[in-house]
């Protein structure tokens, strides 16, 4: 039974269309990758599962529940964590006080608890000198810090938007089988966008591919590579 | 873009029908409204342009404008020039003022918060203000000059003919600075600059020289408002204070780097005080109205803005 | 962090020390002195000029050999405009300095900060400005060691009413039937506004207000639409010095000039008299250089502020933090003591010949019991100079009138 | 160690905020304005915090004056009562006008709440029956009848009241929400973060305390006029201080506006024409060659921490 899932979301800018009619459903414990050549509205269909854009039509399910019209930080609090492409360290917090804000807000916890289990989690995840300022942590730390944070608000559905740009190979791989043992550990719902096909090929379960705003293929990631419709996506040729 | 566009309709809008309406029950209140406007637009687009390319919100923007007019005043004085002549040198020599006070002070706040940028140029005011009190006593001076009091006779209506000079500066200021920022070299660098400073360093711009001239521009504007400015009106140390603030809430309401819409939301102001102050005991009310629609025209322009996004 | 936070405080201690010396230490202050504290605006003309002939005043009577063979001391404190600087200064006075008298004054809104604390040390107190009657209220009555130079607001009110109808008595073509008063929209214009409204009410009155040149305002051309629409007798404007020009100017542009034009602005701008703008303007004051040639005082005074600061004073509050310090010290000489009653009660029996022109005495107003001056006078620019042409006795010019058309100058 | 020096930093707060009590009246009234500055430079500082621009300050002290002034003649309040209605009542007014207002960023944001205080002033200038009109409005009395002693132990209370809520508010959920809001509201938003709600409270409970300080500013001078009461200077002081001390600290804002304060009345004493000039230049000199305040100064010197570029510093 699917924890997430999308009916025909569309949303226009003007006269464009960025996300036209999209279903999408996401399991506990399955990671699910989103690709697309730039501009397929990869991004802005994440933001709408997170609240920062009203659709201009369709609806979103959480748990069976309608959450389309719930405000972000709601969203965050019933469990939808996420990552930026353009990573958003809040650089006059430190480390462990960047990762606090969820285990506060999202969970309600008090200062001393959100600290305590914000140090927790920080060691699961491999980072240590929890008082640093952010501006004082290399790539690889700064990314942990930003699936941290978005563990913090114990999530039930994840979705991380380009975790592994700007990470050499050696890190990607760390990256990677961090995020599945915390999607088994959690049993999370997982959806990850990416440029690397190589990460998709290893991470994800299934695969959805967006070109123009509209899902043109899904399904496994060795099936959907063959498809020529994705092929000429990428290829530039259009649909 | 299409939300400038229904603020530019709405502001058009607003000023025809206030037109029309002053000009079936008050003809004088439109002409002293649209002088009015011309005087605040004339003193708003210097600030405009620093706010748009150099992104310093200058607090002492009016007390600038004020050590103009005492300029002005001092050449006028001592050469017995008249002051729309000795505009000239003023001009010159607030370029050079503007420069160093750029050069000086405030170049070295343009990567601290904005913040620390207000209180700069608010302490440069006080020193500019305090310095001409201690100079020049608190006592206000005046320039006489005769065409200042020219008029006009239509109707039944009389009004001052000269007044309208101010709204010819608003104009000259607008269209110079426009085709300057257009056409010129300096000028699409400033634009450049302005629009995005980290990106025009990389195209070989010197974005520090750039800010200085922006400045020193807005500058020796000041300079040529100062000379205008004393014809009309006096001058005492603190003069410029309610100016700056008139200006800077002319540019928020504008929105930031649109010159343009500077003159449009004066002419809004300009009129809509002086129909209120046309109202036996409107007087009093008159800074309501024009706060008011300060607060009336971001509110709008941020709805206009958020409407479909969050 | 924690060391960020010891030195934060070890600088606060570095800060506040000196200021603990400097208030706790009293400043030395030789028993032989007798001590005015004064407090003024010092950043505007007329306290940097009233605060300026008080020390005038202090000169010359230690040239003269003093006070009781002491010698005389004036303290100045910057008031700064504000309410809180201003109680702070007398706090100082009264404590730091040990003054002996309270002297200065200008600005309502700064005295009513500053009455609560006069009124706890009650020291005799000499005040030459805040005309407000709401500063009148505040200090309330019985409170014999106040003694106020300057008229109230409506002491002033009723001294134009009875200088208006004596000049209409006495120059028949004079007409003041109707008026229009044009005033800033602030607390020095509107109280004259509602004065005159209710002491000229058998007479046609009608006004509206302007924001002022000082507030950032300049634009008179509604004002004067509306004033000239109205067609007065007698045309008055309550605003500032910075108004005074564009004023007329606009007047001019607007082609508007009533029989009588009246400004009642508390100063006039540098070099008004020289504007051809000026002449016949009739204006209301305390004090002009012309009197200079009706009284010795004034003349001996004006003198002495030119020898010693290079310039004529250009706002009566010089001649009054003048006769401020002067109606003390003959007090205290006519008294033979510093000692608070017998001071009170010099002064209450006191007739000072002011260089105002007024032999100045008190008596009660309202709500205090003395109250030194109650009259301004009426003036009139005439070729660049404000000539007296009320009241009688001191006049030294007849009225221009009616005010010369614009066309005609 | 840290016990002992929380210990001493206790003593040296509550002796200096005592010692105007032993150094006479003079002391206190000047102590007691700068007092008045200090509480309006945290407040102000606390919004800040959150990257939210007040210009609005006076505009809520001279509120908060008229409403107790107002109070204490029309309905015969006791003078304290009045100050906790002040406080209730700006508090309100702002929540409501936050409902708006904080709907619009950065300079917008400014703007609107410099315009707003500027409506305040004239409505109240303009509603002469009731406010008094331009002339202002007396008390019939001044709080503890004008004592200085009392007097000052009542803003010594206030004040050491705004520090400690001050310094609570730096501990609390609030300090991550409102710096988070600061530094990205997008991520923040992402973390659960109501940001409007935050800000909404943030804004009503800063200004409430502004209108407190101006309900007591009119209690101890017993007047309020629309000129001294919304005076720009409640606005611009307290930033200047803030700014001279060091942004988004508790003890920036108290070192500034005791520093400021003191030197202001300093100046005056040894250049009585024209110490405003230095005191301009003093802040022009301060925000070049002390960007980050004197606590962010101090903090450099003190640990040779260069990292945070905003010179923030946890006390």
């Known amino acids: 039974m699917s924890i997430l899932q999308t009916k025909k979301l569309t949303i226009k800018f003007g006269g464009l269309t960025a996300v036209n009619e999209v279903d999408f459903s996401l399991e506990s414990g399955h990671i699910v990758g989103i690709i697309g050549p730039n501009g397929a509205g990869k991004t802005t269909f994440i933001n709408l599962i997170a609240g920062l854009h009203t659709p201009t039509s369709g609806s979103v399910f959480l748990d069976g529940e309608d959450i389309t019209a719930m405000k972000p930080h709601k969203r965050a609090r019933i469990g939808i964590g996420r990552t930026f492409q353009l990573i958003h360290p809040l650089e006059n917090l430190s480390l462990v006080e960047n990762v606090m804000n969820g285990f506060l807000f999202a969970q309600d916890f008090s200062v001393p608890k959100a600290r305590k289990a914000a140090v927790l989690l920080c060691e699961e995840l491999g980072l240590s000198r929890l008082e640093r300022p952010t501006s004082q942590m290399n790539i690889l730390e700064i990314k942990k810090m930003e699936l941290a944070k978005a563990l913090a608000v114990n999530p039930k559905i994840l979705f991380l938007d380009e975790m592994m740009a700007g990470l050499n190979s050696d890190e990607s791989l760390e990256m990677i089988s961090l995020v599945q043992k915390v999607t088994r550990s959690k049993n999370l719902a997982v959806g990850v966008v990416e440029h690397v096909m190589g990460v998709i090929k290893q991470l994800t379960h299934s695969v959805v591919v967006l070109d123009g705003g509209e899902v043109i293929a899904q399904g496994k990631y060795e099936d959907v590579v063959k498809n020529e419709r994705v092929q000429s996506a990428y290829l530039g040729g259009g649909a | 873009m299409r939300q400038n566009k229904a603020v530019i309709g709405s502001a058009v809008g607003f000023i025809g029908v206030m037109i029309i309406i002053l000009l079936i029950a008050k003809p004088s209140a439109l002409i002293f409204g649209i002088q009015r406007a011309g005087l605040y637009a004339a003193i708003a687009l210097p600030m405009a342009l620093v706010l748009g390319i150099v992104h310093i919100v200058n607090l002492a923007h009016g007390e600038m404008m004020m050590i103009a007019a005492y300029l002005t005043y001092s050449i006028c004085v001592a050469f017995g020039l008249d002051p729309l002549v000795a505009m000239v040198p003023t001009a010159v020599i607030m370029f050079f003022v503007g420069m160093l006070l750029f050069r000086f002070t405030i170049r070295y706040a343009l990567k601290a918060p904005e913040l620390n940028q207000l209180i700069l140029t608010f302490g440069l005011a006080m020193v500019l203000s305090q310095g001409i009190n201690l100079l020049a006593t608190s006592q206000p001076r005046k320039l006489s000059v005769d065409y200042v009091t020219s008029s006009a006779t239509i109707g039944n209506v009389s009004f001052g003919t000269y007044d309208f000079i101010f709204l010819a500066v608003a104009v000259i200021f607008l269209t110079g600075l426009m085709l300057f920022l257009k056409k010129t070299r300096l000028g699409k660098a400033a634009m450049a600059v302005g629009q995005n400073p980290v990106g025009a360093q990389f195209v070989g711009i010197n974005v520090i020289s750039t800010y200085t001239i922006i400045f020193a521009i807005a500058s020796a504007m000041l300079g040529i408002m100062g000379a205008f400015f004393i014809t009309k009106m006096s001058i005492f140390p603190t003069v410029g204070g309610a100016y700056t603030m008139k200006s800077f809430c002319l540019v928020a309401m504008a929105g930031i780097g649109n010159l343009p819409m500077v003159l449009l939301s004066s002419l809004v102001l300009g009129i809509s005080e002086s129909a209120v102050q046309s109202i036996p005991g409107g007087t009093g009310w008159s800074p309501l109205v024009f706060f008011g629609l300060i607060i009336a025209v971001i509110l709008f322009r941020s709805y206009a803005k958020t409407a479909g996004v969050k | ?409 | 160690m840290k016990k002992t020096l929380n210990r001493t930093f206790l003593i040296i707060g509550v002796l200096l905020l005592a010692a105007p009590l032993f150094m006479g009246p003079y002391a206190q009234s000047v102590a007691r304005s700068v007092l008045m500055y200090l509480m309006l430079a945290i407040s102000w500082n606390m919004l800040v915090s959150s990257g939210q621009l007040s210009f609005g300050i006076a505009g809520f002290f001279g509120l908060g004056g008229y409403a107790s002034t107002l109070a204490i003649v029309y309905l015969g309040m006791p003078p304290i009562l009045s100050l906790v209605f002040a406080f209730i009542l700006v508090g309100a007014a702002a929540w409501l006008l936050g409902l708006v207002a904080l709907r619009l960023r950065g300079m917008y944001f400014a703007i609107s709440t410099l315009a707003l205080a500027e409506i305040f002033r004239v409505i109240i200038h303009n509603w002469h029956g009731f406010t008094g009109g331009p002339n202002g409005k007396l008390l019939p009395k001044l709080i503890f009848d004008g004592a200085s002693v009392p007097t000052y132990l009542l803003m010594a209370v206030l004040a050491a009241g705004t520090i400690a809520f001050s310094m609570w508010f730096r501990r609390s959920k609030f300090h991550f929400a409102v710096t988070s809001i600061r530094d990205n509201e997008i991520a923040a938003m992402s973390t659960g973060i109501n940001i409007y709600k935050t800000l909404l409270m943030v804004f009503a409970v800063t200004s409430a305390v502004q209108g407190l300080v101006g309900a007591s500013f009119a209690n101890m001078y017993g007047f309020v006029t629309p000129e001294s009461s919304f005076n720009m200077n409640y606005t611009l002081l307290p930033l200047a201080m803030t700014l001279l001390g060091g942004l988004y600290t508790t003890w920036g804002p108290v070192l500034g506006a005791v520093l400021l304060g003191i030197v202001g009345e300093y100046l005056k004493l040894y250049i009585p024409y024209g110490h405003l000039i230095v005191y301009g230049i003093i802040i022009v000199l301060v925000i070049l060659f002390m960007p980050n305040g004197i606590v962010g100064l101090s903090g450099k010197l003190l640990n040779g921490f260069e990292a945070r570029k905003k010179g923030e510093v946890q006390l």
Request: aromatic share 12%; net charge negative; proline share 6%.
């Open chain 3, 1 to 409: 962090m924690k060391g960020r936070l010891l030195f934060a405080c070890a600088l606060l201690l570095i800060i506040a020390a000196p200021a603990l010396i400097m208030a706790s230490g009293a400043a030395d202050s030789e028993a032989d002195t007798i001590k005015f504290g004064g407090v003024w605006p010092l950043g505007d003309i007329t306290g940097e000029q009233g605060s300026k002939a008080a020390q005038l005043a202090i000169d010359e009577i230690n040239a003269n050999g003093g006070l009781l063979g002491r010698t005389v001391e004036l303290v100045i404190i910057d008031s700064e405009f504000s309410p809180e600087k201003g109680a702070s200064a007398i706090e100082r006075l009264a404590n730091i300095d040990k003054v002996d008298f309270f002297v200065g004054g200008m600005a309502s809104g700064v005295h009513l900060g500053q009455i609560p604390i006069m009124k706890k040390y009650q020291k005799v107190t000499m005040w030459t400005g805040a005309a407000s009657h709401l500063a009148e209220a505040a200090v309330g009555p019985d409170q014999d060691w106040y003694f106020h130079l300057h008229p109230w607001d409506y002491n002033q009110g009723a001294s134009y009413v009875t200088g208006w109808n004596a000049i209409a008595e006495k120059y028949d073509e004079i007409s003041i039937d109707r008026w229009f008063l044009a005033y800033e929209e602030g607390p020095f214009g509107s109280s004259s506004f509602e004065a005159t409204k209710m002491l000229f009410s058998d007479l046609e009155v009608d006004g509206e207000a302007f924001q002022t040149a000082a507030a950032g305002g300049g634009d008179y051309s509604a004002v004067i639409e509306r004033a000239k629409k109205y067609n007065p007798d007698v045309f008055i404007w309550a605003g500032y010095d910075a108004d005074a020009l564009p004023l007329m100017e606009q007047s001019k542009t607007l082609n508007f000039s009533p029989a009588l034009y009246v400004g009642a602005p508390p100063g006039w701008p540098a070099d008004f008299g020289n504007s051809p703008l000026a002449e016949n303007v009739t204006l209301y004051g305390m004090w002009a250089p012309a009197i200079n040639a009706v009284s010795d005082v004034s003349k001996r005074f004006s003198d002495g502020y030119v020898a010693k600061y290079g310039a004529l004073p250009a706002t009566y509050f010089a001649p009054l933090g003048y006769t401020a310090i002067m109606i003390l010290a003959e007090a205290v000489e006519a008294a033979g003591t510093v000692e608070k009653d017998a001071v009170i009660a010099a002064l209450e029996a006191i007739k000072y010949e002011s260089p105002l022109g007024e032999i100045i005495s008190f008596e009660p107003s309202n709500v205090i019991s003395h109250q030194g001056i109650k009259n301004q006078k009426i003036l009139q620019w005439q070729n660049g100079r404000q000539e007296v042409i009320w009241p009688f006795e001191f006049a030294t010019a007849e009225p221009v009138y009616p005010f010369t058309p614009w066309g005609e100058r």
